[in-house]
C-alpha cells in the first residue's frame, strides 16, 4: 500500500515534531507517569542525540518515535502526519520506509525509501557498562561512521545513547530528565557534516576494555 501523498511532499516543515507528549504506564493507582510534556521539533538531515540518566525516558520516547508505541496524550507527526490517524497498513509502511533501527545487539535494519530521505537509527542502551562500552564503540562504527555518511547524504537521524562518545558526532544534543527536555544544545548546523568523526582504527582494544 503507498503511503498518503502528503506524507511524502517535500517542505521545510520538520521532519519529526512531538507535541506536548506524555506518557503513563499502568494508568490507575500504580501507574507510572513517564514523559511529562516533551515537546520537540527535528529537522531534515539533522543528526540528534537524545542523553539522559538511566530511567528519565529516553527508551520511551524511543519507542514513540518508532512507532513501537503509542503516547497517553499529545502528538507525534511525522513529516506533517499524524501519526495517530494512521491506519495499520501506512503505519506499517511507515515503519518499514520510514525508520531504521539499531537495537542493542546493533543489527543494523536498515530501510530505503525513494519516497524520503528519511531514516532513523536508534540505539538502545542500558546494559552493564564494560560491555556497554565496548558495544558504543561499536555503534561508533556504525553512527559515527557509517550512518556519518548516510547523515552526510541527508539522512536524519536521531540516536538514545548513555555514551558521550557517541553523542560527540552529533550535531544536536538533547537531554532528558525526569520526563522532561532538561536541554537543548545545537552543535553544528543542520545541513553539513556531523562535527566528530572518530577514527576507529585508532583505539587500541585496551583503551575500550580500560574505560
Ligand atoms: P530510560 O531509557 O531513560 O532509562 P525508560 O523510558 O526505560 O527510561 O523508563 C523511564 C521510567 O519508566 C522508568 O522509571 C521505568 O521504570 C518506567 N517504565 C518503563 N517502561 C515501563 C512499563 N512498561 N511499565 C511501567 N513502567 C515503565
Ligand atoms: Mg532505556
Do not use: W
Not at 64 to 70: A, R
Amino acid at each position: 500500500m503507498p503511503l498518503p501523498t502528503h506524507v511524502t511532499a517535500e517542505g521545510d516543515r520538520p521532519v519529526l515534531v512531538l507535541d506536548d507528549i506524555h506518557k503513563i504506564y499502568n494508568p490507575g493507582p500504580l501507574q507510572v507517569h513517564v514523559l511529562k510534556g516533551i515537546s520537540l521539533a527535528v529537522e531534515r538531515g539533522d543528526y540528534v542525540a537524545i542523553m539522559g540518566h538511566s530511567g528519565s525516558g529516553k527508551s520511551t520516547m524511543l519507542n514513540i518515535l518508532g512507532c513501537l508505541d503509542v503516547p497517553s496524550s499529545g502528538k507525534y507527526l511525522i513529516d506533517g502526519v499524524d501519526v495517530a490517524q494512521l491506519t495499520e497498513a501506512e503505519l506499517a509502511d511507515v515503519r518499514n520506509q520510514f525508520l531504521g533501527f539499531v537495537f542493542q545487539s546493533f543489527n543494523l535494519v536498515r530501510r530505503t525509501s525513494a519516497l524520503a530521505n528519511v531514516e532513523l537509527p536508534l540505539v538502545y542502551a542500558g546494559v552493564a557498562k564494560s560491555e556497554r562500552r565496548r558495544r558504543a564503540i561499536t555503534a561508533l562504527g556504525l553512527v559515527g561512521l557509517e550512518d556519518g555518511r548516510l547523515n552526510a547524504a541527508g539522512r536524519t537521524i536521531v540516536i538514545i545513547t548513555h555514551e558521550d562518545d557517541v553523542a560527540a558526532h552529533a550535531k544536536r544534543v538533547i537531554t532528558l530528565a525526569d520526563g522532561r527536555v532538561a536541554s537543548d544544545h545545537r552543535k553544528a548546523p543542520v545541513a553539513g557534516e556531523p562535527p566528530r568523526l572518530i577514527d576507529l582504527t585508532a583505539l587500541e582494544d585496551d583503551e575500550v576494555a580500560a574505560s
